[in-house]
């Protein structure tokens, strides 16, 4: 569950957050505590002003993925202990900047998505269509 539960039907409030909704309409579900995710490192892939990458489509990681993101610059898989991030393994869930998901998608690399665990904001960059061919 958000740990933003301050106004709205499912979360939102002054701090800029965005209300915590799913992409099928629903309450946004924790995507993983371990490794712990989301832009606020919440579990959750909340989203709001502050997160300008939109860390809102929650993915299990492949090594394909993982690979293909190392590949564009961006390396998931070593740890970075200055940022508190473990480095992710296959199988991990992590929230993904929804462009990126999105790049992966056109590219065939994209992971698996948790559909009740990707919050709506990512429908800005995502197809919901494409969401679903990739749902577990």
């Known amino acids: 569950m958000p740990l933003d539960s301050t106004g709205g039907p ?17 309450a946004l579900i924790a995507c993983s505590v371990a490794p712990r995710t989301g832009y606020y490192r919440n579990g959750c892939c909340d ?17 394909d993925f993982l690979r293909f993101s190392r590949e564009r610059g961006n390396d998931l898989s070593t740890p970075r202990p200055e940022f508190d991030f473990p480095g992710l393994l296959p199988g991990d869930h992590w929230c993904l900047c929804a462009p990126r998901w999105q790049e992966a ?32």
């Open 10 to 26: 499912y979360g939102g409030g002054g701090d800029g957050r965005l209300p915590s909704v799913n992409v099928l309409g629903g």
């Open 47 to 63: 989203t709001g002003a502050a997160d300008h990458g939109s860390h809102t489509v929650c993915a299990v990681m492949t090594a």
């Open 105 to 136: 998608f056109l590219a065939g690399k994209a992971p698996n998505v948790v559909l009740a665990a990707t919050h709506q904001g990512a429908l800005a960059y995502c197809a919901l269509e494409d969401l679903r061919a990739c749902a577990v």
